[in-house]
């Protein structure tokens, strides 16, 4: 069974850059993505790999986030940058285009001044 361990988050003033990082056990095949939940919103996915080579981004992050990997730890990275109070949220690692039922504990990353 597929495993995520989420961590690298924490409290930064807007304009600030953190990354986070997400340790995969029990797939080596698996195809992944960054999600958020902010309170009360609806999960997001914000980064993805795309047949595990292309990524792609959604709008609000474009520019700003970029997904990354290595292969040999098994994991996979979201680095931000020029955080905004809305990327608020806590983010989630899971596969893609389906996450996976089992999600890990996620990391909290907030925004604000």
């Known amino acids: 069974q597929v495993q995520f361990v989420e961590s690298g988050g924490g409290y930064v003033q807007p304009g600030g850059s953190l990354t986070l990082s997400c340790v995969v056990s029990?797939?080596?095949?698996?195809?992944m993505g960054w999600y958020r939940q902010a309170p009360g919103e609806q999960l997001e996915l914000v980064a993805r790999?795309?047949?595990?080579?292309?990524?792609h981004y959604a709008d609000a992050v474009k520019g700003r986030f970029t997904i990354s990997k290595d292969v040999a730890k098994n994991t996979f990275y979201l680095q931000m940058n020029d955080l905004r109070p809305e990327d608020t949220a806590v983010y989630y690692c899971?596969?893609?285009?389906?996450?996976?039922?089992?999600w890990g504990q996620g990391t909290q990353v907030t925004v604000s001044a």
């Open positions: 899971n596969t893609v285009p389906s996450p996976a039922e089992n």
């Open positions: 029990g797939s080596h095949y698996a195809v």
């Open positions: 790999f795309v047949y595990d080579a292309y990524t």
